[in-house]
């Protein structure tokens, strides 16, 4: 350490160190009204200064990899990706990383190793917590996380993540696409209305003929997104029952749906329906929702599944979804081209409708053969 005289009258201590990724030096100064002499108290403690500033500024250096655990990198990280999704994504990545911070959150990002996670996963699956699916979103936002530590830390942890695996245990048995035949439906909407649950009936009416989804059905106001003299409804928003708020579609576009004359007049019955309910029940009249509960919100989904499961007689899983699949196979059995379909259910890639398109042209081939087979004209 040395000392040198300022034109204010006070002094500057100063002192070198090594800057780890320069190799250069640099130094470091304090500006104090006294000048120590060498070996005395004032001196001694201007040098611990000196050194404790020195130190932190390298500390800045070796934070990065001796310091950091799991939990500050995904505290991080998710400050950036919050900004890239939907908040009902992030809310559900925020659950996710919630189990990892649990679990591995206190561990040095430096020290992990591939078996950490490799044991973490098992361990998830083996108890039963979680899903093959759950865990597989969370390996997502491992690896992503990983990468986040090189480009940001310098860690780099490449190799732990090549040699990350999800053991292949608690899978859930996918349900294939599968839809509805038209006697089916009539069963499934005859139910609904033996029953009572008018409202849901038209529901099911509405989306096996449109093929929109529950969420974005639920979203439509009758004011703003009907118009009836094109038949034309827009899609402008879908509604998140974890979050309980209305947010964008799940592509993110609105996009223009059509219906037939019989779909007009079962909309109209419900916007009857739905103004008689706003009345009685003194809801906010300010809100055109097509479809509402006694409180004014959206009809929550896993009530009408409920009712869907009782339905009798069908030999296949009934979920709101299954309406959206049931309208693909009824608009491929009239000959609508697979472009014109997309755009009606508001799918980026055709992956479910080719899959849809196979079954039920697999049909059709089976429906050939057998009466070829019993063909006979002489």
């Excluded at 500024?57 to 990280?77: I, Q």
């Excluded at 530590?149 to 780099?156: E, F, H, L, M």
Aim: with cysteine.
């Amino acid at each position: 350490m040395w000392i040198e005289n300022e034109p204010s009258g006070k002094f500057k201590y100063r002192e070198t160190y090594t800057d780890p990724l320069t190799g250069k030096n640099k130094t470091t100064s304090l500006t104090y009204t006294k000048k120590a002499t060498r070996g005395s108290k004032l001196w001694n403690e201007m040098a611990m200064k000196l050194q404790q500033k020195i130190d932190d500024k390298l500390s800045e250096y070796n934070a990065n990899s001796d310091n950091l655990t799991l939990r500050e990198l995904l505290e991080n990280w998710l400050v950036g990706y919050e900004e890239t999704v939907k908040r009902s994504t992030y809310l559900r990545t925020i659950t996710n990383v919630k189990t990892l911070n649990k679990h591995l959150g206190d561990y040095l990002v430096e020290k992990l190793e591939a078996y950490h996670f490799n044991r973490f996963y098992d361990k998830l699956l083996t108890d039963k917590t979680h899903k093959y699916a759950s865990v597989q979103q969370i390996h997502s936002i491992v690896k992503r996380v990983m990468i986040h530590a090189y480009k940001y830390y310098g860690i780099d942890k490449s190799e732990l993540s090549r040699l990350l695996e999800v053991p292949n245990k608690n899978v859930s048995k996918k349900d294939e696409y599968k839809f509805l035949e038209r006697h089916e439906l009539k069963q499934v909407i005859n139910y609904l209305e033996n029953k009572d649950k008018l409202m849901y009936a038209r529901m099911v009416q509405i989306m096996a003929n449109c093929g929109m989804r529950y969420g974005e059905l639920v979203s439509v106001d009758y004011k703003e997104d009907i118009n009836f003299q094109d038949n034309s409804m827009v899609i402008r928003k879908t509604y998140n029952f974890d979050t309980n708020e209305f947010t964008s579609t799940k592509t993110d576009r609105e996009r223009i749906i059509y219906f037939s004359d019989g779909v007009a007049k079962t909309i109209k019955k419900q916007m009857q329906h739905s103004q008689l309910r706003t009345i009685k029940h003194n809801l906010n009249r300010e809100t055109n929702l097509l479809f509402t509960s006694v409180n004014g919100r959206p009809p929550l989904i896993t009530d009408f599944n409920r009712w869907l499961g009782r339905v009798p007689g069908i030999d296949k899983r009934i979920t709101t979804h299954i309406f959206r699949h049931t309208f693909i196979s009824l608009a491929i059995e009239q000959g609508m081209s697979k472009e014109l379909i997309q755009q009606q259910v508001g799918h980026v890639d055709n992956k479910m409708i080719d899959t849809i398109y196979s079954h039920v042209t697999a049909g059709r081939t089976e429906q050939q053969k057998k009466a070829m087979l019993d063909f006979k004209i002489v």
